[in-house]
């Protein structure tokens, strides 16, 4: 019977030690489970925190117009704004920053603080003008480079159709060529690095950009500075647009061009190509270099009051210095190369015939100084002989102009346009036209 009980006992004892190791050993494992968990569940808290301070410093509005903004950009479209959005944007319009031919420009602030300026297109617009504005967008919206003005969007509801540009700080180079006190700001070198950026930017829309764009309308109002005074080209792509108000002509080319910068061939109805742009280019040298409007009725004397004229005779007469030194004053002797560099090129884009005049590539490797420029001939040779001599043009009637037998703008012998083939008598064919205001 004793034998009985202890076999029972020692039994019994073997299962609970074994029952007890069991026990212990899922203890264990349950133990490093929890262990796991909690490693895991840290890790996961450690980034949750992260997730939240990254979205904190970003501040998108989830379903707001900044988020669809930013997907827009990412998918380099320009964003569509509904009239709501831009009224909001611009505080019901209340800060005017100009207004041109198209309309007025209203300063506005997207909710992410991105600063714009929108333009309220006062233009009318039936079916055909709607496509070609739809058309316009893709491919401004789609432009970008350094030295173009961006186009973030544009809104098409039926009582507001209106573009959104990046915000420009400083405005309009015309300000600061033509306004009184600021007019002294800007020295020789920025007003130098303006023009070289412009160029840079032209260039782009003629030659580097998929599509080519000629512009129609290149301006000091067009040419827009940012606080550090880089030069952007701004309302590319808008020709046609249209109808356009007061300071702009509707000319026979399509309403192209503001008069005084707008090239010969858009007045005569003659085929345009991007070298009218080279032509407005070469005017707007001309008021940079002179920091005063071409035309001034108000100016010292009447040979004065066409400066690119003027220009033209003091240059024919050995006296660049001269133009020069009415545009800056006291010039250094690194600024009068410049400057004078400034007013060759000049004299060659605002050649009468299209082809005479260098392509935009040229021109920026001319003002940099990377290519020689030969002597220009007379730009002005149609309006001097065709006003019988009672316009001043008298010194140069045929002279230098014809002797200094080349019509190439560079003495590279390589130059890009390739077709300056033109003599004085050709440019003398048309003498109707109405290149002086
Ligand atoms: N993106 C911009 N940033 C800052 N100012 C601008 C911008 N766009 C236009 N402006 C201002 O609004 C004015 C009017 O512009 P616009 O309607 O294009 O007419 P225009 O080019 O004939 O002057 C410009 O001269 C400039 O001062
Ligand atoms: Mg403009």
New binding site residues.
């Given amino acids: 019977m004793s034998a009985a009980v202890a076999i029972i006992s020692s039994v019994s004892g073997t299962v609970a030690a074994v029952v007890m190791i069991a026990l212990i050993k899922r203890c264990v494992r349950l133990r490093r489970k929890m262990k796991m968990k909690k490693k895991i569940l840290h890790r996961l808290a450690h980034e949750m925190q992260a997730c939240d301070d990254a979205a904190g410093s970003v501040k998108i509005e989830i379903d707001g117009p900044v988020e669809k903004f930013l997907n827009e950009i990412l998918s380099e479209k320009p964003m569509r704004f509904t009239s709501g959005q831009l009224a909001a944007c611009t505080a019901n319009y209340s800060t005017?920053?100009?207004?041109?031919?198209?309309?007025?420009?209203y300063?506005g602030e997207l909710p992410n603080g991105l600063k714009?300026?929108v333009?309220v297109l006062k233009v009318s617009m039936n079916k055909k003008i709607q496509d070609a504005f739809m058309a316009e967008i893709g491919t401004i919206g789609r432009t970008y480079h350094v030295h173009l003005?961006r186009l973030y969007g544009f809104c098409f509801d039926a009582d507001t159709k209106a573009l959104v540009?990046?915000?420009?700080?400083?405005?309009?180079l015309?300000?600061y060529l033509f306004d009184g006190d600021r007019r002294k700001r800007l020295e020789w070198r920025t007003l130098h690095e303006i023009a070289v950026g412009t160029a840079k930017g032209i260039r782009y829309l003629h030659e580097e950009c998929q599509q080519k764009i000629v512009h129609y309308?290149i301006?000091p109002?067009?040419i827009?500075l940012t606080g550090d005074f880089v030069p952007?080209v701004?309302?590319f792509g808008?020709a046609r647009l249209g109808e356009r108000e007061n300071?702009?002509m509707s000319l026979t080319g399509g309403g192209r061009g503001?008069p005084g910068y707008a090239a010969p061939e858009l007045w005569m109805a003659m085929p345009a190509t991007e070298k009218c742009d080279v032509y407005s280019f070469g005017m707007v040298l001309f008021e940079v270099l002179g920091r005063r409007r071409n035309y001034d009725v108000e100016a010292d004397g009447e040979s004065r009051q066409w400066f690119p004229k003027w220009a033209w005779e003091r240059y024919e007469q050995g006296e660049i210095g001269c133009v020069v030194s009415v545009a800056g004053g006291e010039l250094g002797e690194e600024d009068r190369v410049k400057a004078e560099m400034m007013c060759k090129v000049a004299l060659w884009c605002v050649q009468f015939q299209p082809t005479a005049r260098p392509t935009m590539s040229s021109v920026v490797r001319m003002l940099e100084g990377e290519m020689a420029i030969v002597p220009p001939v007379n730009p002005f040779h149609y309006i001097m002989s065709s006003s019988g001599g009672g316009g001043g043009g008298s010194s140069s009637s045929g002279g230098s102009t014809g002797t200094s037998g080349s019509t190439n703008f560079s003495s590279g012998g390589n130059t890009t346009g390739g077709s300056s083939a033109v003599s004085p008598t050709t440019a003398k064919k048309k003498s109707t036209d109405v290149m002086v205001e």
């Fill in positions: 005017e920053l100009g207004s041109g031919g198209y309309g007025v420009v300063k714009v300026a333009k003005v540009y990046e915000f420009l700080e400083n405005g309009s015309e300000k309308d301006k109002a067009n827009l952007k701004a309302d808008l300071t702009h503001t």
